[in-house]
Structure formats: C-alpha cells, structure tokens
C-alpha cells in the first residue's frame, strides 16, 4: 500500500519526457487528472466526424468521460496533455458505432446475448460497489491507514532542480558555467534553456524512490543546495514509439532535504477506499454466498459426492 502515497513518480516521467516529445507531451504542468478551473462546459462541441453525409458531434464532457477509464497511472496524468489522445478515441468509437448500426447488428442475437450479459455485470458491480460503500467507513478506513503509517518506512525527501537538455556538449557547458556563476543562477537558466518547461526547473519534494535510478544514488550523497557534478544521462521508453528510447542530458540540483511527511488521512482515503474495497467486496460475497445453498456437481451433471468427515478416535476426542 506504500505505492498509493508516492503519485508523483508517473508525474515525473511525464515531465521528463516532455523535452524530448513536445508535440505529443506539450508543456509540462503539475500532475492532475481534473481540468482546470476554467475548463469549457461539457456540452461544448470538441470535435466533428461526418460520415455518409451524417455529422456526429463530439462534446468536452464525452472526453473527459473517457478518463475514467485508463489505467491509473494514465490517470495521473496532466488532462490537457492526453486531451488529444481520448479526443480521438471518442472521434473513433463513435464511427465504428455507425457503422456498426449501419451493418444492422443490433438485430444480431449475439448483440443481444452479450448485452444481457454486461447487463448482468454492470448491475453485479453497481451492488458490490454500494455494499463497499457501506462498509468502507471513515473508522475502518482509519485503521487501515494507521497500519500504512506505522509500516512505512523511515525516509528522507528531496527538493529537486532540473535542466533537461537533449544535447550532452550543450548540457556540460551549462553545467560549467552554473559551477562558475553558482547556483543562484539555476532557476533563471531553467527557465530560458531547460526542455522540460517546468518553472524554475524546480520538481519539488520527491522521495528516491520516485526518481530514475540514473541519478538516485548522487541525489542521495549530495549536500543541500548543491549542484551534482556531473550531467546525468537518462534514457526512457518513447511515448510515441514503444520500440524506442528517448535520452535526455540533465543538469541536478539538490535544495533540500527533510524527514518525509505522512499525508494527512483526508487527502489518501478516496485511494485508500479503492485499495481495500477488493477485502470488503469478499467479506460482502461471502455473507450472500451463506445465504443460500449451493451444490455442485461434476462436469457431465452427476452429484459430487460429500466426503464424509473422519469420526474421531478414542486418542483424539471430538472438540
């Protein structure tokens, strides 16, 4: 459960990866999978696809919808940065739809079969998930989170700066020359040169295990307000391409570093619902399963026999 504290490790791949896919990634913000404040309203049309002559018209909302269901770490993400990505995938759903219509498989009985059958299982989920809501209560919760605090393990954070380069004879002149003008020129020089676009280059209070292994180790020797020596080289998959790697050249500056801080109860028990909500949902099946009785039998219909408990002996008397 240590995992559900530390969101700022798929944040920070992001943010890497952003000098080096500019299109794809953009400008880097800080880690969040709720539009901003002055996002558009949902009926506001994102997207057109006319097909046959017909216009299907995509809305802000039905994009927004589609972040629900990605993966977590997806999630993670900054919503303006994958905007483009679920913009498509609706634009693509929605013609695969028509065409689908088009080609009369709603009258197809095997439509109709699985219907019945998500049917079943978006109901099977709607009353799991009430009768978690049920159990999951702040008290439980509490438990389970003291449980976390005091299993967690003892450890220190760091304030990280950094200039991502693409170029390693770029990123050693920077580095020469913020070694000859000190480090309260670091955050200017980020700011003009740096690719990664994140104000002052300054990623804020991460743990190590967040940080690529590249340059763990140096982050946790270096003294506070120090420049690491040396550029550091990361290479990471390439968003955009699998197959390949992406390289970056980065220039590091520790600023700090503290005891780590526990987040408080009220900002993880939305995570820690979900985490424990697979525990409640057994203990819910289980008590419906005694409710009723069930007997089982073999592949080919015949009833499974009983096996009958072993009586007890006269050394081993019955509880």
Same mark, same amino acid.
């Given at each position: 459960?240590?995992?559900?504290?530390?969101?700022?490790?798929?944040?920070?791949?992001?943010?890497?990866?952003?000098?080096?896919?500019?299109?794809?990634?953009?400008?880097?913000?800080?880690?969040?999978?709720?539009?901003?404040?002055?996002?558009?309203?949902?009926?506001?049309?994102?997207?057109?696809?006319?097909?046959? !002559?017909? =216009?299907?018209? %995509?809305? *802000?909302?039905?994009? &927004?919808?589609? +972040? /629900?269901?990605? $993966?977590?770490?997806?999630?993670?993400?900054?919503?303006?940065?994958?905007?483009?990505?679920?913009?498509?995938?609706? !634009?693509? =759903?929605?013609? %695969?739809? *028509?065409?689908?219509? &088009?080609?009369? +498989? /709603?009258?197809? $009985?095997?439509?109709?079969?699985?219907?019945?059958?998500?049917?079943?299982?978006?109901?099977?989920?709607?009353?799991?998930?009430? =009768?978690?809501?049920?159990?999951?209560?702040?008290?439980?919760?509490?438990?389970?989170?003291?449980?976390?605090?005091?299993?967690?393990?003892?450890?220190?954070?760091?304030?990280?700066?950094?200039?991502?380069?693409?170029?390693?004879?770029?990123?050693?002149?920077?580095?020469?020359?913020?070694?000859?003008?000190?480090?309260?020129?670091?955050?200017?020089?980020?700011?003009?040169?740096?690719?990664?676009?994140?104000?002052?280059?300054?990623?804020?209070?991460?743990?190590?295990?967040?940080?690529?292994?590249?340059?763990?180790?140096?982050?946790?020797?270096?003294?506070?307000?120090?420049?690491?020596?040396?550029?550091?080289?990361?290479?990471?998959?390439?968003?955009?391409?699998?197959?390949?790697?992406?390289?970056?050249?980065?220039?590091?500056?520790?600023?700090?570093?503290?005891?780590?801080?526990?987040?408080?109860?009220?900002?993880?028990?939305?995570?820690?619902?979900?985490?424990?909500?697979?525990?409640?949902?057994?203990?819910?099946?289980?008590?419906?399963?005694?409710?009723?009785?069930?007997?089982?039998?073999?592949?080919?219909?015949?009833?499974?026999?009983?096996?009958?408990?072993?009586?007890?002996?006269?050394?081993?008397?019955?509880?």
């Amino acid at each position: 459960m240590k995992s559900f504290f530390t969101p700022r490790a798929a944040a920070l791949a992001v943010l890497l990866l952003a000098s080096s896919v500019p299109m794809a990634m953009g400008a880097a913000s800080a880690p969040t999978t709720t539009p901003s404040a002055a996002e558009p309203a949902d009926r506001t049309v994102v997207s057109k696809v006319t097909i046959d !002559g017909k =216009e299907i018209q %995509i809305t *802000y909302g039905q994009v &927004k919808d589609k +972040l /629900k269901l990605l $993966p977590p770490q997806l999630q993670n993400a900054p919503f303006k940065e994958i905007f483009p990505l679920l913009q498509k995938s609706v !634009g693509t =759903e929605q013609i %695969i739809s *028509y065409l689908a219509e &088009k080609a009369g +498989l /709603k009258n197809d $009985p095997e439509y109709a079969k699985m219907v019945a059958e998500c049917q079943k299982g978006v109901l099977q989920k709607l009353f799991l998930d009430k =009768e978690i809501e049920k159990r999951a209560t702040d008290a439980e919760l509490k438990k389970s989170y003291d449980e976390v605090k005091a299993a967690a393990p003892k450890e220190d954070e760091y304030n990280i700066s950094m200039i991502t380069l693409t170029n390693k004879k770029e990123a050693e002149d920077v580095l020469r020359d913020l070694k000859k003008s000190g480090i309260s020129k670091f955050a200017e020089v980020a700011n003009t040169k740096s690719k990664n676009k994140i104000p002052d280059g300054n990623l804020g209070y991460v743990r190590l295990g967040e940080l690529p292994e590249a340059f763990r180790d140096k982050v946790k020797t270096a003294a506070k307000a120090t420049i690491i020596s040396t550029v550091v080289e990361i290479s990471m998959p390439d968003p955009t391409d699998p197959n390949k790697k992406v390289t970056t050249y980065n220039i590091i500056m520790v600023q700090d570093k503290r005891p780590a801080t526990f987040p408080p109860f009220e900002a993880v028990k939305g995570e820690l619902k979900a985490a424990v909500g697979s525990k409640f949902a057994k203990e819910a099946i289980k008590e419906f399963e005694a409710q009723a009785k069930v007997e089982l039998f073999t592949m080919d219909g015949k009833p499974i026999e009983q096996k009958a408990e072993a009586a007890p002996t006269a050394d081993a008397p019955a509880a």
